[in-house]
C-alpha cells in the first residue's frame, strides 16, 4: 500500500507535465517491484547490469528497464537484449559497444549522453564541449545500432536548492541549444533526465522530461 501510495502522489504531481516517472529499483527485491507493477509502475530503473537482467528475466515483459547508473562496457552484453533506455553513455569507448550488441541483437538502442553538471568530483560524464565533439561526427554511420534520444544529468548533493537550479538549468539550456541546431540523423534532443527524490520539485521546474525515483517511492535503500 506505501509503494502504491508514493507513486500515486508523485503522479499526481507530475501531472499536466510532460515527465515520466521511473521508479529506481535497485537493491530492491522483485517482491516490491511487482507492487509497484501492480500499482501501474511500468518504468523501471537499475544501475547495475547483472542485477537488471536476473530482474527482468523473472518479472513482465512489458516493463520498460532504464539503465541508470555507469555502465562498463563488459557488462552491456548483459542488458542488451531488452533495454529501453541507457541514460548513462559517457565515453565514446561505451557508445562503440552498445553499438556493436546493438547490431549483434539486431536492435537500435536508445542512449542518453550523461553530462556533467555537479559543482563536485564526480567520475562520471561528458562536458559540454565533449558532448558538442561528439555530436559533431557522423554519428548515425559510427554507430547505426545507436540512438541518441537526449540528454541526462545529476545536480550536486547539497541542501542548496538554488545551486541545484542552476545545475539543472545549465543542462537544460544545452538541451534546448543542441535541439535547436542541426543534429545527426540519429540523434534527438527528446528526453530530458533529470530529478531524483531530493532534487525532483526542482528538476521539474526546469523542464525534466524523466525523473528517476528510488528512496521516495521504495524507502530507504538497504545496501548489503
Ligand atoms: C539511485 C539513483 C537514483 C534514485 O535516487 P533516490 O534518491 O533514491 O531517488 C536516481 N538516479 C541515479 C543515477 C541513481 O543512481
Redesign the pocket.
Known amino acids: 500500500m506505501v509503494i502504491k501510495n508514493n507513486i500515486n502522489t508523485l503522479l499526481a504531481e507530475l501531472q499536466g507535465t510532460h515527465c515520466r516517472l521511473i521508479a529506481?529499483s535497485?537493491t530492491q527485491p522483485v517482491s516490491l517491484i511487482q507492487e509497484a507493477y501492480a500499482a501501474g509502475q511500468r518504468i523501471f530503473g537499475e544501475?547495475k547490469a547483472q542485477e537488471m537482467a536476473a530482474k527482468q528475466q523473472e518479472l513482465p515483459a512489458d516493463i520498460e528497464w532504464h539503465m541508470?547508473?555507469h555502465l562498463q562496457t563488459n557488462k552491456v552484453k548483459y542488458i542488451a537484449p531488452f533495454v529501453a533506455l541507457i541514460h548513462s553513455v559517457d565515453s565514446v569507448k561505451l557508445l562503440d559497444e552498445i553499438n556493436k550488441q546493438g547490431l549483434r541483437h539486431n536492435r537500435k538502442i536508445k542512449c542518453l549522453l550523461q553530462v556533467y553538471i555537479a559543482r563536485e568530483e564526480t567520475k562520471f560524464g561528458l562536458d559540454e564541449a565533449e558532448v558538442l565533439d561528439l555530436l559533431n561526427a557522423d554519428l548515425a554511420t559510427t554507430y547505426p545500432a545507436v540512438e541518441i534520444v537526449g540528454l541526462m544529468g545529476?545536480a550536486t548533493f547539497t541542501q542548496n536548492q538554488d545551486q541545484i537550479r542552476e545545475e539543472f538549468g545549465q543542462l537544460k539550456k544545452l538541451f534546448d541549444t543542441l535541439k535547436q541546431s542541426t543534429l545527426p540523423a540519429n540523434v534527438s534532443m527528446t528526453e530530458l533526465s533529470m530529478g531524483?527524490?531530493?532534487d525532483y520539485k526542482i528538476a521539474l521546474s526546469c523542464g525534466s522530461t524523466l525523473v528517476?525515483?528510488?528512496?521516495?517511492i521504495f524507502g530507504a535503500r538497504n545496501y548489503h
Open positions: 529506481v535497485k544501475n541508470i547508473g545529476m531524483m527524490s531530493a528517476r525515483i528510488g528512496t521516495a
